[in-house]
């Protein structure tokens, strides 16, 4: 990417080219939220988070097997996943509201790719190339969300059979519902809100792991179930 690339451009980037994939049949089924981790924004020198779009072809089903010729150099990460009951607009949603806003949560793997070789990647890069987005797997069962500590679920993220991280939800932002606010807000700068029954990946517990053909994860969360894809 061209280093002068601004994240105004980089955005319109992706936009275009979710544009071009609704045109071409596919459908918007949700939003991923990236860069939630004080140590990824460190990385890349940013003080913010980044966004994409999930489309309703990155669905991999609980246990299924991500088709390893569509990916690249794929990494999984284990996060938190809001389904919403109402619609989200900004640019003034707060925690709470995000609370209220939700029908449930469940456990959910992102399967994070990138074009970049050897994933060396600036902010523009990955916010262009639809925040680095895959697939992804929700499984566990729906969990309200007054139910639970969202701040204190803990993740355990196992890749054949051995554990490679852990985490909780607290990494993310401090609560992967401020996450959740977060995006809301931002996507006002481009008139889009966030709709009841969309699928809000709320940011990664834990470093991603990389991922080749053959691989199998499972991440177990506390409360709220466990989920599992194959490569």
């Known amino acids: 990417m061209d280093a002068e690339l601004s994240i105004q451009e980089a955005y319109a980037i992706q936009l275009e080219n979710i544009h071009r994939k609704l045109v071409q049949g596919q459908k918007v089924v949700g939003k991923k939220i990236g860069l939630t981790s004080l140590a990824m924004q460190n990385l890349l020198g940013v003080n913010e988070p980044d966004y994409g779009h999930l ?27 809001f389904i919403l009951k109402k619609d989200l ?64 679920i803990g993740m355990v993220l196992a890749k054949n059979g051995e554990i490679v991280n852990t985490g909780v939800g607290a990494a993310a932002l401090g609560n992967p519902a401020s996450c959740v606010a977060w995006l809301a807000n931002k996507l006002f700068e481009f008139d889009i809100s966030l709709r009841a029954g969309e699928v809000i990946l709320s940011g990664a517990l834990s470093a991603a792991v990389e991922a080749k053909a053959g691989d199998a994860f499972t991440a177990k969360f506390a409360h709220l179930g466990e989920v599992s894809v194959q490569f």
């Open 55 to 81: 489309l309703d072809c990155m669905v991999v089903e609980n246990g299924g097997k991500v088709p390893n010729e569509k990916v690249m150099q794929p990494k999984v990460e284990g996060e938190i996943a």
């Open 89 to 152: 607009k900004g640019p003034n949603v707060t925690t709470l509201d995000v609370l209220q806003a939700t029908e449930y949560i469940v456990p959910a793997l992102e399967i994070v790719d990138s074009r970049i070789q050897d994933w060396k990647i600036k902010l523009t890069d990955t916010v262009a190339d639809n925040a680095s987005s895959g697939f992804y797997v929700l499984g566990g069962k729906p969990v309200k969300i007054d139910e639970v500590d969202l701040k204190l």
